[in-house]
């Protein structure tokens, strides 16, 4: 076409033109000259076409750089007058000026012209300013489109339905789907939009289908919409109906830089029409597109976010959203500096010389005959711009079917995808178009460039597939051990073992046989290495097997790349050894994807029956896909593949790089000298011949890549171009490990970029080392891959040296993962603590103790040692040389023993030295489990795979080759039955099926087997077939079954199919370390909390808790829990009988900096908005070991509170005597019953002999030069017994470290010339009893280490879990009854020679006075000087009727010589008892002790709330009040990980950042501070906690439709002081959750403990019954009667509860209330009651802080005196007298009058109370209490009626049992007494009948005293006597059965039967 024609003059026609443009060319040489002079006139619009349509919006279009348009078809367009069609700006003149006039319009088919009044001159004649406008048919509503402009023309085109001749693409609605942004860059989402039809919303209801349409209703659909209303735009499908929620109403929308929106809205004239689950809403849909940042290659889907009222928020980040020139080209290729990738498809464009044209057919008729770029040369399309060409070979008939002129090069979302439109009209009108989307694949025919297939049609366009090396965005030319699969590379490269220094891969046999055990020696992608085991092996191997007699076998040659199979990776080798006759081995290799695990062996899974085809598997970083990473500091790691790399040790120099005429010089993530190139330049370019440039600033900001590591320095000095382009700089590193550190080369200069590489050994990844080692002899293996952390958890196993604060990171068979200051290759480094607890800080004393080159070595069976060497340098201590530091960590076999960790034993010579008891250093084995159970223990680690609930009513269906199967696991498969076969019922685990018959049915003999390697299996056997079916670990639950293959031999008639099962229940446990450390050095072990047999139930006080029970471990998996998830969960919750998975035990604890620990729990269930439950767990240090406490819920993360003695900091001890006090428990560890005997200990070369803590038998070794030395360890040589050396001297010193025990023997002879010798023995916890010390090792410095296994290294501290959750969801926690200090005390009454200690849930605690109590005793009893044992802890709490009983077991032996003591403890909930004791009810043949306890704590657990910063206790009443934390300048507390500044503001509104009400802001200095949650006074107060909750913060970034929020927990610590400050626990990202705890004196209530008796001689004086437990004593001046005089509020030994209306200060005791001003405190609680001997009168004095008015010097005081005043009323205070600055008070109360008790018939008279009780009411009639089979019939003061015949005569008490009876007691025989500190009376029967050594039912008899039934107790008990009149009366007896009966009898009301013993009469039964 000639241009210059009719081209302006100028030059030619706006430039560079779209290829569109041309086409207006031959238009504009029509119309320019028809146009009239200056002004033109149009006449009325004569158009055939329908426009209309398009004038209700106003559009736009862009001419880049010079104008932007705004256009409406009906007039009226923006800023240029209601006439202006089309409105135009100048982007440079920033002026308006109309280019089209709605007046001046006129129309020709399809084409628009709008002129204006305006003249313009172009090629020297007068025109008028005038706009074209060029429809075609479209698909949708479309946009205008820029081509060209000329002096007076612009030119547009406009694709859209409007234009089409039919109304095929015409919807319902549509609204424009494009925006421009505030660069004029256009993001269409036109290429979105479906001509029908929608996209599946991802959300996690599975009982609903959202289906979405983009700026468009969904039409008419024949795929799963099609049930949905044509007009909907968004359709959700629920139980088989359709709803319509909402149509397009407005257009796209612009929300910020990246994210636009379209909302659709659905309203309804009526209510009856709204969906039922809108519940009176309209619904609505928002759908936010965001563009993301980078190229993402990957298919993008949109997701649901929220969802409430009937309005969804749905996501899509999609890369469509992103600026269109970012996504297309007019071209063949995409650039990496405009599209961020790079394509270049003219490869692919074929010449016209060509021959063999591009060809593909449809199914049908046609045949479509493609170019790339170009004119196709096929089809005899004559057409010069058609690049596709539709043939019908039939007639020859052709149509084009689309033009390289207008065509479209996209990448988006990993789609590359090529258009070509503008294709001969289809009857709609609309140009037929061509689609072609490209994939990568390197191995295409015709050399790479494939060919294309038709993929269909739809409409006019028509669709190919196109699989092309040429498609391969921005790869490299593919490797022989890469793969590749669209966008997904992978590279196994990193497995090849090339060199003679690396060791090939040994496999693991996952099902090792003895008879058959061998090596599997295996190279990926290369032959096996002759050498070691493997030197015989054949040179063309790449897998080879060597047995025991070193006969080696070819399994297979590498002679294929590896493939992709799924979703992993199979190599498969061929050409082995000959198996058969004409039948060659071969081996698969299936390679697993295992994020950042490299150090992993392949397992072999089976070998087949003809030993023909060998199958390994192998879990592998290298089989993960590789993706771009960055990284920051000079660092780069891709966690997924295993990567690091860390280049900061090329920093800090400068690099020069000469060239012909320039210097370049280079620094390392940092700047060059200054001199240079001025101040921060990382790159300078000096020429030679004077001038220099920057070449760009410093940054640390590396990108990895397919072996690339790249930096790029930017912003440097400007060019003198135009748009004065800076300088930049790109370093690519790339590997050379014979390089050193290398030096940079200068390619070239690119773009304003200039390009160096570097070649050096920082640029290597680490070689992986295998972590097995097999015993040369027995051929067992051992596997430490368990314990290599990567991935990821950017996590270290750590060692601690608490002597001298330092700490060990430690990883196994790999370098550690990133630690600052750490060498990267390092596998252990040292850290250093400084300063005290409360300025610590940490440093990097030593960055490598060695690194992980080798593999590990066999030290003995179960013995595994690991040498990592070549750390940094070191000076030996005994000739100053230098030499690398070096590691040894010693492994030792423990069974069970998951979660345990390396401990740090020594560093000398330059060697550090570990020691690690796991059970990963136990032998791989396989155990066979319970098949009936369907259950397999490990026997290692204990754990327990349960596959039981995978069995289904119904059988699983899975389709095979041509066939499928029914299988049913761990039950019967009875679908595979004739329904009228009922002889194999419950007899066939499956079958397989075709045509719908079943036919190969296999048995139900089930083994299952699991091998220590993990791999779980499941086999049935028939006669001849079996269904093997292998459990693979992966998140899914309960998972999914998969067809693997089959093996068949039909000369053997074997027929086996193998199966694999993905569930979450074969996931083995994560080791994780339950050590952590905090800032300040201080170590904590929340191993004791971990679990083993039962989980920890959280305390649960919600609204919620009576219809869910939570279930937690810690560090470990739950046990089994039914109806929970099984697999590695460590937290669940269970509705009904129906568990859900709370998170994934994957993270070890985590410290802040006040010591509170936290620990998360991920990867739960599906929760809302697509997201996963989690559960995070906080622990506060407390005295006891606690339970879980339930918090709160916020966005599917459930957070709990735990205060245990576990999370206090754990400490190094020393103690004598062959004993050692845990500094934690407080426990004593005692060694000397190991002593006694000489040890025998031997090596190959020598015997040990040593005793503990005493010395050797004379004569077993050599006499000391000293004769007060005395020999405790000795070496003798084995075959030279003279040789006799002291190995160590006597000591009875032991060392404590958190639960490892040592011994060190020191000052033995001289060893080396300059070393003495020594003996260490270490001593582990082992139940087993007899196990034998073990020796270690031997030190450079002639150490003698032993380990031992042994009981008395266990804790005889015993605790249980101490709180309960009851059927109706109420909690229960009687942790605070646990002492910690001291033991609770119960006398005798019968005896006061007799005390009880007792604790709770606990050991006693070791105490003077109880120190011959046995130290896992929990109840003794001391008698006189004997203290006996009552029993141990034992189970838990148990409820039995309403009561809490406790049972302590296996005390000491009873009189009879055949049972043991034990305790029970009856808890018994009363509000009002405060504190109370324990009492003693009964002690049974001095075998069987009872107590009871009434006590509040045994009452549920309540929550209380306060809304000024206070709250009270709601048991106690004492009244937090945290107003003294207020602050005006409020709390700065850092977050250093995110590098975050938090101001706080507690309890009043502080100065911050943010704005007014917030109560915790957050800044970081880059951006505006964020606010993260609204202040607020709301205290709440649960079981202990005092909490309070910020919520209503900004929006979380990660979730919009949630907001930032802010926890604080309050702690009590008495010692904090008021400079206490809060500390920042932990950050959730994704629930944008901030957790604080503040320790603070404030949050501690007084103690409880506090006495309120006295003695008085042998009486005990007790004031407890005034305690007023909820309100208080109030008293006046008894000397004014005027009301001029204060108020007085007084309690007694605790302090004020709260007082309506009256705000006494916290804590005070006495309260006075002047008649002005606040009420001020005049006493506290200070010390118990004291008795005046002078006056023989009882006295409380009570001290105060309050300053007195009248002597400054002194403080008030309050004292109270009691007098003796008899009677029932306890009395009142007066205020008698004011002393100064002290007030005295007087009490008349008869609790310290003298006792003394007079009974008369059935009453008894108490003289202090001068009250009597009369119980006669109760006399003559019968009470019967049931007891299991048998009932008692008791009478009071009178004998048990409707007792047998002729049975129990005189008995008040008779166990009846059919026709037998038996008396307790004779009515003869009756006594009677008051108690006051049971406040109970007490009715007691002796002389019963003689009791039998054994009941009928042949259990020991124990129910007597001395031999006959008897002693039977009453008591009547009035513990709410208050001088009121007497209360409601109850009666309660107490069964051995736990029988409960309740009856209204008269009087008295028979309540609840727990034992034989004793009945309480609940209530004053008054004569």
Request: aromatic residues 10%; contains cysteine.
């Amino acid at each position: 076409m000639r241009r210059a024609a009719c081209g302006p003059r100028g030059g030619a026609p706006p430039g560079p033109a779209r290829p569109e443009a041309l086409r207006w060319l031959p238009l504009l040489c029509l119309l320019l000259p028809s146009l009239p002079g200056s002004r033109g006139t149009a006449g009325p619009a004569q158009s055939s076409w329908d426009y209309q349509d398009l004038c209700r919006y106003t559009w736009e279009a862009v001419n880049p750089d010079k104008i932007h348009y705004k256009i409406n078809l009906c007039g009226n367009a923006p800023e240029c007058g209601h006439s202006s069609t089309i409105c135009a700006y100048d982007i440079k003149s920033k002026q308006y000026f109309s280019v089209g006039d709605s007046s001046r319009m006129r129309s020709s088919k399809l084409l628009l012209e709008f002129n204006t009044t305006t003249s313009c001159s172009q090629q020297g004649n007068q025109h008028v300013i005038q706009s074209n406008i060029n429809f075609f048919c479209g698909k949708t509503l479309g946009s205008p489109e820029f081509v060209a402009s000329t002096e007076c023309v612009h030119y547009f085109e406009w694709r859209t339905f409007v234009a089409c001749k039919k109304d095929l693409f015409k919807p319902t609605e549509e609204v424009p789907c494009y925006v421009f942004d505030e660069a004029l860059k256009k993001r269409d989402l036109n290429p979105l939009i479906k001509s029908s039809g929608g996209y599946l919303v991802e959300d996690s209801d599975e009982d609903s289908e959202l289906y979405i349409n983009i700026c468009r209703n969904i039409g008419k659909s024949p795929d799963e919409t099609r049930i949905c209303p044509e007009e909907s735009a968004a359709c959700l499908l629920k139980n088989g109906q359709a709803f319509d929620l909402g149509h397009p109403k407005e257009p796209l929308k612009k929300l910020d830089k990246d994210r636009l929106s379209v909302r659709y809205e659905r309203r309804f004239s009526s209510e009856k029409e709204k969906p039922d689950f809108c519940e009176g809403h309209d619904p609505a849909v928002t759908i936010t597109f965001v563009c993301p940042q980078g190229r993402r290659r990957k298919d993008t889907n949109p997701k649901l976010t929220a969802q409430s009222n009937c309005r969804f928020e749905v996501e899509w980040v999609t890369e469509s959203a992103c600026v269109r020139d970012y996504l297309e080209s007019n071209s063949c290729t995409l650039t990496n500096e405009q599209h961020g990738i790079y394509v270049n498809l003219t490869s692919l464009k074929q010449s016209p010389s060509y021959v063999s044209p591009y060809l593909a057919k449809d199914r049908e008729e046609y045949y479509y005959y493609l170019n790339v770029c170009g004119k196709t040369t096929g089809g005899s399309c004559s057409d010069a711009y058609a690049s596709s060409c539709q043939v019908k070979p039939e007639n020859n008939q052709n149509k084009v079917a689309g033009r390289f002129t207008n065509q479209t090069l996209r990448y988006a979302d990993g789609d590359l995808i090529l258009t070509y439109p503008g294709g001969d009209a289809c009857s709609s009108g609309f140009q037929r178009m061509t689609v072609i989307n490209f994939e990568c694949n390197q191995t295409a025919d015709d050399d790479g460039k494939g060919h294309p297939e038709f993929t269909g049609e739809t409409d006019c366009t028509y669709f190919f597939s196109w699989q092309t090396k040429y498609a391969c965005v921005g790869e490299k030319e593919d490797l022989p051990c890469m793969v590749a699969d669209k966008k997904k590379r992978y590279d196994l490269s990193r497995l090849i073992r090339h060199s003679e220094s690396e060791e090939n891969w040994e496999a693991v046999d996952g099902n090792p046989v003895e008879a058959e055990k061998k090596h599997f020696f295996i190279n990926v992608c290369h032959r096996v290495l002759q050498k070691g085991a493997a030197m015989n092996c054949p040179k063309e191997a790449s897998v080879c097997s060597v047995d025991k007699n070193n006969n080696t076998k070819n399994l297979g040659t590498f002679m294929s790349s590896p493939t992709k199979v799924g979703e992993n990776i199979q190599l498969l080798y061929s050409d082995g050894d000959e198996c058969r006759p004409n039948k060659k081995i071969e081996t698969k290799i299936l390679l697993i994807c295992k994020p950042g695990d490299l150090e992993s062996a392949p397992v072999l899974i089976s070998s087949g029956y003809d030993g023909c085809l060998y199958e390994f598997e192998w879990h592998s970083a290298a089989a993960c896909v590789l993706s771009k990473t960055k990284g920051d500091h000079c660092r780069v790691s891709d966690p997924q593949a295993g990567y690091s790399f860390d280049l900061s040790a090329l920093m800090n120099k400068t690099y020069p790089v000469s060239t012909t005429d320039y210097t370049f010089h280079i620094s390392i993530c940092g700047s060059v000298e200054n001199t240079l190139c001025g101040s921060l330049s990382a790159a300078c370019q000096v020429k030679k011949s004077g001038g220099s440039w920057s070449l760009g600033v410093p940054s640390s900001e590396l990108s990895y890549y397919d072996g690339m590591i790249q930096l790029t320095y930017q912003n440097g000095t400007p060019y003198n171009n135009e748009k004065q382009t800076q300088r930049s700089t790109q370093i690519t590193f790339l590997c050379d490990r014979e390089a050193g550190v290398g030096e940079p080369e200068y390619q070239a200069e690119d773009n304003f970029t200039y390009n160096f590489k570097w070649y050096t050994k920082y640029a290597c990844p680490e070689i992986p080392i295998e972590c097995v080692v097999t015993d040369p002899h027995t051929l067992e293996q051992y596997d430490l891959s368990s314990l290599s952390l990567s991935g990821g958890r950017a996590e270290n196993w750590f060692a601690m040296d608490s002597s001298v604060r330092k700490k060990y990171y430690i990883n196994i068979c790999r370098p550690l993962n990133p630690v600052p200051g750490c060498d990267r290759q390092a596998s252990v480094c040292e850290m250093t603590y400084k300063g005290g607890e409360s300025t610590s800080s940490s440093e990097i004393s030593n960055s490598n103790l060695g690194i992980a080159s080798q593999a590990p070595i066999l030290e003995g069976r179960g013995r595994i040692l690991l040498n990592y060497t070549g750390g940094s340098l070191c000076v030996r201590a005994d000739d100053d040389k230098l030499e690398p530091f070096s590691s040894l960590i010693h492994l030792s076999c423990s069974k069970g023993t998951l979660n345990s960790s390396p401990r740090f034993i020594e560093i000398k010579d330059c060697i550090a030295t570990f020691l690690w008891e796991t059970e990963a250093a136990c032998p791989v084995t396989t155990t066979e489990g319970d098949a009936q159970s369907c259950s397999v223990k490990d026997p290692n680690t204990g754990f327990v795979y349960n596959l039981e609930s995978l069995a289904s009513e119904k059988s699983y269906l899975i389709m095979g080759i041509k066939k499928e199967y029914m299988i049913n696991i761990c039950g019967p498969a009875n679908d595979c039955l004739p329904p009228d076969d009922k002889t194999q019922v419950d007899s066939i685990g499956g079958c397989e099926t075709e045509d719908l018959n079943h036919i190969r049915l296999v048995k139900l003999n089930k083994t299952l087997q699991l091998s220590t390697e993990g791999y779980l299996s499941l086999t049935y056997r028939g006669p001849n077939d079996s269904f093997i079916i292998t459990f693979i670990c992966n998140e899914s639950y309960p998972g999914e079954l998969k067809f693997v293959h089959e093996e068949m031999n039909s000369a053997r008639n074997i027929h086996d199919t193998f199966f694999e099962f993905h569930t979450a229940l074969a996931c083995p446990p994560a080791p994780v370390d339950c050590q952590v450390t905090d800032a300040a050095g201080n170590e904590y072990d929340l191993s004791d909390l971990s679990r083993e047999n039962k989980p920890w139930i959280a305390l649960d006080t919600s609204k919620d808790a009576k219809t869910r029970t939570f279930y937690l471990n810690v560090c470990k998996p739950l046990p089994r829990v039914p109806g929970c998830p099984g697999g590695a969960i460590g937290s669940c919750v269970k509705y009904g009988t129906k568990g859900q998975n709370l998170g994934v035990i994957q993270i070890s604890p985590q410290a802040a900096t006040d010591g509170s620990l936290s620990v998360v729990y991920l990867s739960g269930d599906k929760c809302k908005n697509n997201r996963q439950y989690s559960t995070r767990i906080i622990f506060q240090c407390d005295q006891t070991l606690g339970s879980p406490v339930f918090q709160h819920e916020e966005d599917c993360e459930f957070v709990f509170l735990w205060r245990t003695l576990a999370a206090c900091p754990v400490h190094r001890s020393e103690g004598t005597d062959c004993q050692v006090k845990d500094p934690r428990y407080g426990y004593v560890y005692d060694l000397t019953p190991l002593g006694g005997k000489d040890r025998k200990v031997s090596t190959d070369e020598y015997d040990y002999y040593f005793r503990v803590c005493e010395g050797l038998t004379e004569g077993t070794c050599k006499q000391p030069n000293r004769n007060t030395d005395v020999v405790s360890s000795c070496q003798i040589k084995t075959q030279g017994p003279s040789f006799k050396k002291i190995a160590g001297l006597l000591t009875t010193k032991l060392t404590y470290d958190n639960g490892l025990i040592k011994i060190n023997y020191t000052s033995g002879e001289i060893c080396h010339k300059i070393y003495q010798r020594s003996t260490a023995i270490f001593f582990y916890c082992d139940l087993h009893p007899d196990l034998e010390p073990v020796f270690l090792k031997e030190t450079e410095d002639c150490t003698y280490m032993f380990e031992w296994h042994t009981p008395f290294a266990c804790p005889p501290f015993k605790s249980i879990e101490c709180s309960y959750k009851d059927d109706a969801g109420n909690s229960y926690d009687l942790s605070s009854l646990t002492r910690h200090k001291e033991n609770w005390e119960a006398i005798s009454s019968a005896d006061s020679s007799q005390k009880y200690y007792i604790n709770v849930c606990k050991s006693l605690v070791p105490h003077q006075g109880v120190g011959f109590c046995p130290p896992d005793a929990a109840a003794c009893l001391m008698d006189g000087s004997k203290y006996i044992n009552l029993g141990e802890v034992g189970e838990g709490l148990q409820l039995e009727n309403g009561i809490f009983v406790l049972k302590y077991t296996n005390g000491e032996k009873c009189p009879d010589q055949i049972r043991r003591k034990s305790t029970i403890i009856r808890f018994k909930c009363d509000e009002n008892r405060l504190d109370s004791k324990p009492e003693l009810i009964t002690a049974i043949e001095d075998c069987e002790y009872t107590f009871v306890w009434f006590t509040a704590s045994a009452c549920p657990l309540k929550s209380n709330v306060h809304n000024n910063c206070t709250v009270s206790n709601p048991l106690t009443g004492h009244v937090f009040d945290l107003n003294p934390l207020k602050r005006q300048d409020g709390y700065t507390v850092s977050d250093f990980r995110n590098h975050r500044t938090l101001q706080l503001s507690v309890c009043d509104e502080a100065r911050s950042s943010c704005s007014n009400g917030v109560g915790v802001c957050v800044s970081d200095g880059h951006r505006p501070p964020v606010n993260a949650g609204r202040m607020n006074k709301t205290l709440t107060y649960e079981d202990g906690v005092l909490k309070l909750v910020y919520k209503g913060g900004e929006p979380c970034p990660s979730h919009p439709d949630m907001t930032y929020t802010s926890y604080f927990s309050f702690v009590c610590r008495s010692d904090a002081g008021p400079g206490s400050q809060p500390v920042l626990v932990s950050f959730d990202e994704a629930a944008c959750a901030y957790y604080f705890s503040w320790h603070s004196a404030l949050a501690c209530e007084e103690e409880r403990a506090v006495e309120c008796s006295v003695k008085n001689g042998s009486t005990i004086i007790d004031l407890s019954p005034l305690i007023h437990p909820k309100g208080s004593y109030e008293a006046f001046d008894s000397s004014d009667l005027s009301d001029l005089t204060p108020d007085f509020y007084i309690n007694i030994c605790r302090p004020l509860n709260a007082i309506r209306d009256v705000s006494c200060p916290p804590g005070a005791a006495v309260c006075m209330v002047p008649l002005r001003g606040s009420p001020i405190e005049i006493g506290h609680v200070t010390g118990p009651p004291q008795l005046n001997t002078a006056t023989n009168e009882v006295y409380i004095t009570y001290n105060s802080n309050t300053l007195c008015p009248e002597d400054k010097n002194l403080n008030y005081s309050s004292r109270i005196v009691f007098h003796c005043n008899r009677g029932t009323n306890l009395g009142k205070p007066k205020m008698i007298e004011k002393s100064g600055c002290e007030y005295i008070f007087e009490w008349s109360t008869p609790v310290v009058c003298p006792d003394k008790v007079d009974v008369l018939g059935c009453s008894v008279t108490d003289e202090q109370l001068h009250y009597s009780f009369n119980l006669s009411s109760l006399s003559g009639k019968s009470y019967t209490v049931p007891s299991g089979l048998q009932s008692y019939h008791v009478g009071v003061c009178s004998g048990a009626s409707d007792v047998p015949q002729g049975k129990c005569r005189g008995a008040a008490v008779c166990l009846v049992s059919s026709n037998k009876a038996a008396s307790f007691g004779h009515i003869g025989k009756m006594k009677m007494d008051y108690r006051h500190q049971d406040e109970a009376v007490i009715v007691q029967y002796k002389g019963g009948d003689v009791c039998p050594p054994v009941t009928e039912m042949g259990e020991l008899c124990a129910s007597s005293l001395s031999n006959t039934r008897g002693d039977f107790i009453m008591n009547a008990s009035g513990s709410n006597m208050n001088g009121h009149g007497a209360p409601p009366r109850r009666i309660w007896i107490e069964t051995t059965s736990g029988a409960s009966v309740e009856t209204h009898q008269g009087t008295g009301n028979l309540l609840l039967f727990s034992s034989a013993m004793k009945m309480l009469v609940l209530g004053a039964l008054s004569s």
